[in-house]
């Protein structure tokens, strides 16, 4: 594998473009893993970014400090290279509940349905589908401790999550992650109006399968089995249930016939990339929305982790359609081309490097991309659209060159 082939040009802002926000509780401690959409028409961006800081008034008593973690917005008028941000108040926000009964919350058909967006609203991916604006999200029952400090989902948890009297399974005794769908009005963002800005639709995975992150859905149905489907792409954290015990994270695609459907027992998964580089050997997953390139083709972002010293970093791959219509790996880069470098980029709260992207969109050309640094802050990189895909289709679909 010739892996001496150049990179493209990748320009990163020299500074974080957003940072935490002393004294703002919800802002306090980290800012980062943002997403980004463009306004057509326009030359607005809007970014929907995590934060999270110490909040007191949902401890309970003999545990730590709750950090729950909230959604911010921001928006720029420059093409990306200055950002306005609202840190009045989160745009976006856990409920908080403590009761088993409070955890529940009307989906977007008017149906309960359980809130699995109570404790922490995560890593935000925009993206457009059938005209609306959606953003995909991870989620937990129950906000986080100083998981920097010590990583056990459970320490801010109430008692009785634990047992098994209550009917929310290893959601609640485990305090899993669980992916989130939110319809999304850009107008009611602009205008502030944040109660007006969200409404839940429903879960996308199912927590009986384990924990589940990194969920984006393709802009547009593909014909899946001569059936027009919604297909996701997800990277469950146990491949058991979805292919063979034991494979390391990896990126699966889901097809249903609605968006409420996903978790259901009938929904169909196939295993679209499993780890096959270094950089990648912890973990795979897609970064962001695909975007399309032509016919059955699209460019997906993809994050891998080596280790706790290599941390997080950011390629690319070409997806097609496969004879029944699910999407296969044409091209896969097999260098990393986006890694942290930069020193506030290498180290925050976590010792681990990260250099990790949740949204991107093209304008006039420039694949213009945000990401999280060191867990802590907000970077900004650019480059350009065709000189990146030229580069990621010198590679079949194992990451070896073409002869």
């Known amino acids: 594998m010739n892996t ?44 929907l970014f995590r934060a999270s800081g110490p909040w007191p008034q949902a401890r309970i008593p003999g545990k730590p400090l709750p950090y729950p973690i909230f959604l911010g917005y921001a928006h720029s008028d420059d093409g990306g290279r ?49 005209g609306k604006c959606y953003v995909t999200t991870a989620c937990r029952l129950f906000p986080a401790g100083p998981y920097w400090e010590k990583d056990s989902p459970m320490q801010c948890a109430p008692d009785w999550a634990a047992e098994d009297a209550h009917a929310l399974g290893r959601a609640a005794r485990e305090n899993l992650t669980v992916s989130v769908l939110f319809e999304v009005r850009l107008d009611a963002l602009s205008a502030g109006q944040y109660d007006d800005a ?25 014909r899946i089995e001569g059936r027009e489907r919604y297909v996701a792409l997800h990277r469950p954290k146990e491949s058991d249930g979805y292919c063979e015990a034991g494979l390391p994270p990896s990126i699966f695609a889901a097809a249903s016939d609605s968006l409420e459907e996903f978790p259901a027992p009938s929904t169909r998964h196939r295993l679209v990339a499993a780890p096959l580089f270094e950089w990648e050997g912890d973990r795979i997953g897609a970064s962001w929305t695909p975007i399309r390139l032509g016919e059955d083709e699209w460019l997906l972002p993809c994050h891998g982790k080596q280790d706790a010293k290599v941390g997080y970093t ?69 480059a350009n659209f065709d000189e990146l895909v030229r580069i990621v289709r010198q590679f079949d679909e194992n990451g070896n060159t073409y002869e």
């Open 314 to 382: 950011q390629s690319f791959m070409i997806l097609k359609t496969d004879g029944d219509g699910w999407p296969c790996v044409a091209h896969r880069c097999p260098v990393r081309l986006m890694f942290a470098r930069q020193k506030w980029e290498l180290k925050g709260r976590f010792p681990t490097p990260c250099l990790f992207t949740c949204g991107g969109v093209v304008l006039d050309g420039e694949l213009i991309m945000t990401y999280g640094a060191a867990d802590t802050v907000c970077g900004l990189a650019w």
């Open 82 to 130: 200055s950002w306005e941000a609202d840190f009045s108040r989160p745009c976006l926000a856990p409920r908080l509940a403590t009761a088993p009964e409070a955890l529940r919350i009307a989906g977007r058909s008017g149906n309960s349905v359980v809130n699995h967006a109570n404790g922490c609203i995560e890593d935000p991916r925009l993206f457009r589908l059938d």
């Open 4 to 47: 001496s082939l150049p990179s493209p040009a990748i320009h990163y802002s020299p500074h974080p473009v957003l940072v935490p926000q002393p004294g703002v509780e919800w802002a306090d401690t980290m800012v980062l893993n943002p997403t980004v959409i463009d306004e057509p028409g326009t030359r607005r961006l809007h970014m």
């Open 198 to 222: 969200f409404r839940y639709v429903a879960h996308l995975t199912d927590p009986a399968r384990g924990d589940n992150r990194d969920v984006v859905l393709f802009p547009e149905k593909l």
